[in-house]
């Protein structure tokens, strides 16, 4: 059984940085690949980037690219999601989400290809 539990969000300056990590707490998780979304408030959920299960390919929206970096820990059953640069437009509750593929591609961005979420962890910039 996969269970996720995220942490690190907070409040930060425009300009500033956080570090997101999500732990799961199940045995496959060296198996899958996992994936960070977002919501706004008033807003769908929105893809931010996907690790694969070897943390060797990463795929990121094009509006965090550069600014964003998707990493890995399997012997920490551990992802991480490292921020940097951030704008007030990052703002929002940040998920981690977990799918039985192991690869990552572009149906990486669907919440559909992912079958476990964690409980989110408020990110908010302020400008």
């Known amino acids: 059984q996969v269970q996720l539990v995220e942490s690190g969000g907070g409040l930060v300056q425009a300009g500033g940085s956080l570090r997101l990590s999500c732990a799961d707490s199940g045995r496959t998780f060296g198996s899958r690949a996992m994936g960070w979304f977002r919501q706004a408030p008033g807003k769908e959920r929105e893809f931010v980037a996907a690790?694969?299960?070897?943390?060797?390919?990463?795929y990121y929206d094009d509006s965090v690219r550069g600014r964003f970096t998707i990493s890995r820990d399997n012997a920490k059953n551990t992802v991480y999601l490292q921020m940097d640069s951030l704008k007030p437009q990052d703002t929002g509750i940040y998920y981690c989400?977990?799918?039985?593929?192991?690869?990552?591609?572009?149906?990486?961005?669907?919440?559909?290809?992912?079958?476990?979420w964690g409980q989110g962890t408020q990110v908010t910039v302020s400008s």
């Open positions: 690790i694969n299960w070897g943390g060797t390919t990463t």
């Open positions: 989400a977990s799918t039985p593929q192991g690869t990552v591609h572009p149906g990486s961005s669907s919440w559909r290809s992912y079958d476990f």
